[in-house]
């Protein structure tokens, strides 16, 4: 098909005297004429021009060209041109194979010439090559002409260039294949659910505790075992817009060994609207899901129960121990009042002058045989001391610890505490358990003194800081202080300097004295601090026990 360009002024001449002559043709002229010339020129008798049919093809923004039976280009397009960098007289006269490009599979041609053979259309894609060498993806529909016998005359092709369509589809199932990956590989259970409460989305764990429950949809299990702890169902709460999270659920699996805990917390998710409708920003309200969030904590979860566990064994041992001291001492106290009534009868004796030597002897007797089993019974009431392995200790740490558990009382107090740890102390070989109760006797001390201080601000400073060969306590209260003349006193064992003296020994001071000996150390009142008590405590390394 020759290709025509706009009219030239001759040609106009030509179209307009055409028009004139259909306008108003000569007696006789033959109807066939009138009606070829018809189609050749603009007849305004027709509602659609034939030359408008030219133009259309001609203009439209998609590349369109006409082959004859065995591919031979007979006409191309601007838009053509456009795509391919080649001009119309490049291609006309050429096969369409002057686009092919070798990374189309040859099969895909083979299919392509079977349809169009068969005379049916053929759709398709292929890997297009420009005139400059690029290659593009052209999106491609061939569909045969036939002509008045019914057998194929020509081919209409239209193509478009499809590549970005191509590189963004194939950025999204990357973007989403990242996704998947990301999902699979955290170790947190991830499902999305529709509104109906269906699966959507879902990774490895989720598949996982899907195999672990023998196919039993895992959601199911989850929104049971939540509702249930929070006493309604969370589910149609979070999609109604009510989220939840951190929620701890146990969970019985066949085979496994006591509950497996998952913290569960939901999130209500709105997607857009995908409908037509929505293009021009005229958006319905889209379908809500659920993300659903599960970490198995079911480690942590032991762990808590097994430090449960200890604290009431430890527990029941102290109150064990505890119950066995005071039988003791109150045998021991029973055992000592038959020697208090023993002397007290010898001393009635002596005063009315009854007594002789061989009976005060014989009472002396019955006093020493009843001290001594007195004091065996204090002696096997005696809890055996701990052996505790030596190992590297960082004090700071040791404060730290002792300060949180003596958290409450500190705030029933009203104790405003100034913590001021070094910031940088060297570890020290010792017996942590013993630091911590020695800790624990000053701050014990240090409470006590402020307890009975009538002073309205109460306050406990805890310091530390690295000297030479050695690390340095100081426990500081402002309460009423100690005596000069008591401050060695102090650490003597049963020396109790205190107005209540319930349930007090006199033995903190002591054993914290002791402790701090057998780490190399010593511990001493300040003589200089007027204003309450500070007890300075230094340490040295000290080989740990085998």
């Not at 973007?175 to 699979?184: F, Y």
């Not at 709460?237 to 060994?257: M, Q, R, S, T, Y």
Request: proline content about 6%.
């Amino acid at each position: 098909m020759p290709v025509r360009h706009a009219p030239e002024p001759v040609q106009q001449a030509v179209i307009n005297a055409l028009s004139d002559f259909l306008a108003s043709p000569p007696e006789g002229t033959p109807p066939e004429l009138i009606e070829a010339l018809s189609l050749m020129g603009d007849n305004p008798s027709y509602p659609l021009p034939p030359r408008l049919f030219f133009a259309a093809v001609e203009q439209s923004p998609i590349a369109i060209s006409i082959t004859d039976a065995k591919a031979t280009i007979l006409y191309a397009n601007l838009a053509f041109e456009t795509l391919t960098g080649y001009s119309r007289e490049e291609v006309l006269g050429q096969n369409e194979a002057i686009l092919s490009n070798n990374a189309t599979p040859a099969t895909v041609y083979e299919h392509l010439w079977r349809t169009i053979e068969r005379k049916q259309t053929w759709t398709g894609t292929l890997v297009n090559r420009t005139k400059q060498g690029g290659d593009y993806l052209a999106e491609l529909i061939i569909s045969p002409v036939l002509g008045h016998d019914g057998g194929l005359q020509y081919f209409l092709g239209m193509h478009r260039d499809v590549t970005k369509v191509h590189e963004l589809e194939g950025a999204l199932r990357q973007q989403k294949a990242r996704i998947e990956t990301v999902l699979d590989a955290a170790p947190v259970l991830v499902v999305l659910l529709d509104s109906e409460g269906r699966v959507i989305l879902d990774n490895q764990e989720y598949k996982t505790l899907l195999g672990d429950l023998r196919g039993k949809e895992p959601v199911d299990v989850l929104r049971v075992a939540i509702g249930e702890q929070l006493g309604m169902d969370a589910f149609a709460a979070c999609l109604d817009g009510h989220g939840f999270k951190n929620v701890e659920v146990g969970i019985d699996i066949h085979g496994h060994p006591g509950p497996r805990w998952f913290s569960c917390s939901g999130t209500p998710v709105d997607e857009s609207d995908p409908s037509a409708r929505s293009f021009f920003g005229q958006q319905a309200q889209g379908e809500r899901r659920l993300l659903l969030l599960a970490n198995e904590v079911t480690g942590r979860r032991r762990e808590i129960e097994r430090a449960q566990l200890e604290h009431l064994r430890a527990s029941l041992a102290e109150q064990q121990l505890m119950h066995g001291m005071r039988e003791a001492l109150a045998a021991a106290i029973y055992q000592i009042q038959v020697p208090l009534n023993v002397i007290n009868a010898a001393a009635g004796m002596l005063r009315s002058g009854a007594g002789n030597v061989e009976t005060l002897a014989g009472m002396l007797d019955q006093i020493s045989d009843s001290g001594a089993r007195a004091l065996a019974t204090l002696n096997a009431a005696l809890p055996e001391g701990p052996r505790e392995a030596g190992v590297m200790v960082n004090v700071n740490a040791l404060l730290r610890q002792v300060l949180e558990l003596e958290t409450e009382r500190l705030l029933a107090t009203g104790i405003v505490v100034d913590w001021q740890p070094a910031s940088v102390l060297p570890e020290l070989p010792g017996h942590q358990n013993q630091l911590r109760s020695l800790f624990k006797h000053l701050i014990d001390n240090a409470i006590q003194a402020l307890r009975e201080s009538s002073r309205p601000q109460r306050e406990l400073r805890l310091s530390t800081r690295r000297l030479d060969n050695s690390v340095e306590i100081e426990v500081q209260d402002n309460g009423p202080g100690i005596a000069p003349e008591d401050r060695y006193r102090v650490f003597e064992p049963f020396v109790i300097g205190w107005r209540n003296r319930r349930g007090r020994a006199g033995m903190g001071l002591a054993l914290a004295q002791e402790i701090a000996n057998a780490h190399g150390g010593s511990i001493e009142v300040d003589p200089e601090q007027t204003d309450g008590c500070l007890i300075r405590v230094s340490l040295t390394a000290v080989l740990p026990d085998e």
